[in-house]
């Protein structure tokens, strides 16, 4: 695939979506529900991944696009070239904050996540990684992961789904230094990218709220699995647990099951 390429498109198209996104923010949004009534889609949603289809099919014929509101193929496989496309993550923050959503895209080949985009949109924060050359935010080289950093001196990302299916969390949360959450997977991944936080800790999220999270923090050194350690599958919803090496350890072995 070129790189290149798909680098220059990737940026130009994330900073139109985003701009037509903030724009929104002076109209009146059309909000429906999904699964329940706090899982929103709202025409920003679609018309962002819209965009994306359509740009996608126009400059790369073969490229397939994996997201969250299903408008463009059936992926079932990840062979070839996928863009895994969060058109807004945190879309329920976008709705009532209009602030802690990104727009997240993640492009892979044949499987591996070769380039990762999250555009903090209110922040105006790209972090951009590509495998093998590092990862940045706004073009400023972010720092390795803290191979050395324990559970009592980080900040605990968790929300209440998984305390509640997994309770021995509320004890990593004590030993922490506390617990914090923005409600957007992409930006709680970034934060622990960055060192803001040591871990996070979800029950149930889709590929597209992590494929480009989950290659920018392994870029830094960190490790992402399910809540009970196996490696994930980019295809399937589950639990995750994104965290610095020695952290990431610390959880599995002593707080989860
Ligand atoms: P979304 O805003 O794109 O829906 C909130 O804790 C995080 O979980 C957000 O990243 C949100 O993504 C995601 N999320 C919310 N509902 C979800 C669901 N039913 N399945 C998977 N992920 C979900
Ligand atoms: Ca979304």
């Given at each position: 695939?070129?790189?290149?390429?798909i680098d220059?498109?990737?940026?130009?198209?994330?900073?139109e979506?985003?701009?037509?996104?903030?724009?929104?923010?002076?109209e009146?949004?059309?909000?429906?529900?999904?699964?329940?009534?706090?899982d929103?889609?709202?025409?920003m949603d679609?018309?962002t991944?819209?965009?994306f289809?359509?740009q996608?099919?126009?400059?790369?014929?073969?490229?397939?696009?994996?997201?969250?509101?299903g408008?463009?193929?059936?992926?079932?496989?990840l062979n070839?070239v996928?863009?895994?496309?969060?058109?807004?993550?945190?879309t329920?923050?976008f709705v009532?904050?209009q602030r802690?959503?990104?727009i997240?895209l993640?492009?892979?080949?044949?499987?591996?996540?070769y380039?990762?985009?999250?555009y903090?949109v209110?922040?105006?924060e790209?972090y951009?990684?590509?495998?093998?050359?590092g990862?940045?935010v706004n073009?400023?080289?972010?720092?390795?992961?803290?191979?050395?950093m324990?559970l009592?001196?980080?900040?605990?990302?968790a929300?209440?789904?998984?305390t509640?299916?997994?309770?021995t969390?509320?004890?990593?949360?004590?030993?922490?230094?506390?617990?914090?959450?923005?409600g957007?997977?992409?930006?709680e991944?970034?934060?622990?990218?960055?060192?803001?936080?040591?871990?996070y800790?979800?029950?149930?999220l889709?590929p597209?709220?992590?494929?480009?999270?989950?290659?920018?923090?392994?870029e830094?050194?960190?490790?992402?699995?399910r809540i009970?350690?196996?490696?994930?599958?980019?295809?399937?919803?589950?639990?995750?647990?994104?965290a610095?090496?020695?952290i990431?350890?610390?959880l599995?072995?002593?707080?989860?099951?």
């Open positions: 695939m070129d790189i290149e390429k220059y498109l990737a940026r130009l198209w994330i900073m979506a985003a701009t037509k996104i903030k724009q929104s923010f002076k009146t949004l059309d909000i429906d529900t999904k699964s329940g009534r706090n929103l889609v709202t025409n679609k018309e991944e819209a965009f289809v359509k996608i099919k126009e400059h790369f014929k073969e490229h397939r696009l994996f997201g969250e509101e408008m463009s193929d059936e992926v079932t496989d070839g996928v863009w895994i496309l969060d058109p807004i993550d945190g329920l923050n009532e904050q802690d959503f990104s997240s993640a492009i892979y080949q044949d499987g591996i996540g380039l990762a985009y999250i903090d209110e922040r105006d790209l951009f990684a590509e495998k093998g050359k990862a940045t073009g400023k080289s972010i720092p390795k992961m803290n191979k050395t324990d009592q001196d980080a900040l605990l990302i929300n209440l789904s998984v509640k299916k997994f309770p969390v509320w004890e990593a949360v004590k030993v922490s230094r506390g617990l914090r959450l923005h957007a997977a992409s930006l991944y970034m934060d622990v990218a960055t060192g803001r936080a040591g871990a800790l979800s029950a149930n889709a597209w709220d992590i494929a480009a999270g989950k290659i920018i923090v392994e830094l050194g960190g490790i992402v699995t009970d350690g196996s490696e994930i599958n980019m295809l399937e919803k589950g639990s995750s647990i994104v610095a090496p020695k990431h350890q610390t599995i072995d002593n707080y989860l099951p």
